[in-house]
């Protein structure tokens, strides 16, 4: 198994582009979340997805698009990319155990992602 | 406003040091209170905590929840140079079926030889 898997690694954008960044996992999770992270603010979660076909905004969701077509795919897009969306970005995925709880969210590698 | 906040935010100490890391929270609907070790890339998994009193351990690591007062912390005993790492406390908020998790800010802790 694979696990969390990140698309792409690294990129460099100018203000104005657009992009996307694909997650994928193989543990047949149900729950999957897009991150940011930023020097001293932790990791804030921008949307996230209890299912195929269904996402929902986290703390941060402006500026950023998701889409959950297939269960184990999980893209974020940024349609007009800003400086203030340099970060890293880092993909989760889980799943509810018996009971309601969860185990833990396996995270992927992450992506630097830089705006100029 | 649901918030998870560490302390302290970073630290430095030499090896063999017994290090104590803080975590408080205030959130609804809290569910359970997971510790997260990262070093340069993803965070990975060290403890899941529901039950209050009950400590974890796993090595030199042990962790422990208490429900009442709202905190946690993380033990490090005889640490070494390779527990330097960022270390995350999350938050399981499990309104309704979004189980999402919130995060500290994190402990950044530095082991020197």
């Known amino acids: 198994n694979a696990g969390v898997t990140q698309t792409p690694k690294f990129r460099v954008l100018k203000t104005g582009q657009s992009m996307t960044l694909l997650c994928a996992q193989d543990?047949?999770?149900?729950?999957m979340y897009w991150y940011r992270q930023d020097p001293g603010m932790g990791l804030r979660l921008i949307h996230y997805?209890?299912?195929?076909?269904?996402?929902a905004k986290g703390e941060v969701p402006d500026g950023y698009n998701v889409s959950r077509l297939k269960k184990q795919n999980f893209l974020l897009g940024l349609e007009s990319a800003a400086p203030s969306q340099t970060s890293v970005y880092f993909c989760?995925?889980?799943?509810?155990?018996?009971?309601?709880?969860?185990?833990?969210?396996?995270f992927g590698p992450g992506t630097r992602l830089t705006v100029t | 406003e649901d918030k998870v906040v560490q302390s302290p935010l970073s630290l430095v100490v030499h090896e063999g040091d017994t290090v104590t890391l803080n975590c408080s929270y205030e959130v609804t609907n809290f569910r359970s209170l997971l510790w997260y070790k990262q070093e340069k890339k993803a965070p990975t998994f060290l403890f899941m905590l529901?039950?209050?009193?009950i400590e974890k351990k796993s090595g030199r690591l042990s962790s422990i929840l208490d429900k009442k007062e709202l905190f946690s912390i993380l033990n490090i005993t005889a640490t070494q140079t390779g527990d330097s790492a960022i270390y995350l406390c999350a938050v399981l908020n499990y309104g309704g079926s979004q189980g999402n998790l919130i995060f500290g800010k994190g402990t950044k802790l530095s082991v020197k030889p």
């Open positions: 529901t039950s209050s009193g």
């Open positions: 989760a995925s889980g799943a509810r155990l018996a009971g309601g709880s969860y185990y833990e969210q396996y």
């Open positions: 543990m047949n999770h149900e729950y």
């Open positions: 997805s209890v299912g195929e076909g269904t996402t």
